[in-house]
């Protein structure tokens, strides 16, 4: 909507004050950031689009899990290597 009506009025920021108080948003700053956001994903602006974020987030969540279960195969690695050097009784 700001996109249409930005040509009718003298600056970005009229344009989104008026589109803010047609939806009922409570803050420009709200409007101002999905505009920002619209941009980049639309790429008119450089930036991060929404796109690349959520992979990004998925990626450092992955990546998270992946170094959770290195320690505990690293933890495991240590207790069996420490079972094979303990010398053993037989009966």
């Not at 279960?69 to 690695?77: D, F, G, S, T, V």
Request: with cysteine.
């Amino acid at each position: 909507m700001v996109a249409e009506i930005r040509a009718d009025y003298p600056t970005e920021l009229a344009a989104m004050k008026s589109v803010a108080s047609k939806l009922g948003i409570g803050s420009t700053e709200t409007l101002r950031k999905w505009v920002c956001q619209a941009e980049m994903d639309g790429g008119q602006r450089p930036g991060t689009t929404a796109e690349e974020s959520a992979e990004l987030k998925r990626l450092k969540k992955e990546n998270a899990e992946l170094r959770r279960a290195n320690e505990i195969l690293k933890a495991a690695a240590s207790f069996f290597a420490a079972e094979i050097d303990r010398p053993h009784l037989r009966s």
